[in-house]
């Protein structure tokens, strides 16, 4: 990862939505390696929640979030995806980005915990899950539990980080976060 140093500094002094996002996305476009670009996506979905949740705060009416009683980064993914989509079902990662066959579709990354994902269902049940796994993906990479030598560990992250994507993209047409 080659970025210029003082260009981040600059940056993060100017911690707005829009220009975070879009930032950070430029930079996983830039990035060759997948697990690179997963880092770079989610650094953009993470200050999502972490410097943007004021506003949805709590989802009362999240069912998922009630039925699991989470707590913590997981319960403000779910609440983040939760708000964002809601029930709309136009953000669907199963037609743009998975298949039938991904790694994220056929086996959850938490074998702890039912996170089993339902290929094509766009419920935001299933898109917690989804996006549940991503963190999961998430924490190994952060906390070393994965060194990245197995051919489905190579393939879960190409896909987190191609769903991240996507998911961005959505968020700033959504939005209407392009930048001027």
């Known amino acids: 990862m080659n970025y210029d140093l003082d260009d981040i500094l600059i940056y993060n002094h100017e911690l707005n939505t829009p220009s975070f996002i879009n930032r950070w996305k430029q930079f996983g476009e830039k990035e060759k390696e997948s697990v690179f670009r997963f880092f770079c996506y989610y650094t953009a979905f993470n200050f999502l929640y972490k410097y943007g949740n004021s506003d949805y705060e709590k989802c009362a009416d999240n069912a998922f979030l009630q039925e699991k009683k989470y707590r913590g980064d997981r319960c403000q993914v779910c609440d983040t995806v939760y708000y964002i989509i809601g029930n709309e079902r136009t953000f669907n990662p199963f037609t743009s980005v998975l298949n039938r066959e991904s790694e994220l579709v056929t086996q959850p ?72």
């Open 109 to 180: 990354v938490d074998r702890r915990e039912d996170l089993r994902v339902t290929y094509g269902d766009c419920s935001a049940e299933n898109i917690q899950k989804l996006f549940l796994n991503i963190y999961r993906i998430r924490c190994n990479l952060y906390h070393g539990s994965k060194e990245m030598r197995a051919w489905r560990d190579k393939a879960i992250v190409k896909e987190a980080a191609d769903v991240l994507k996507y998911f961005i993209e959505y968020i700033v047409k959504k939005y209407d976060m392009h930048e001027e």
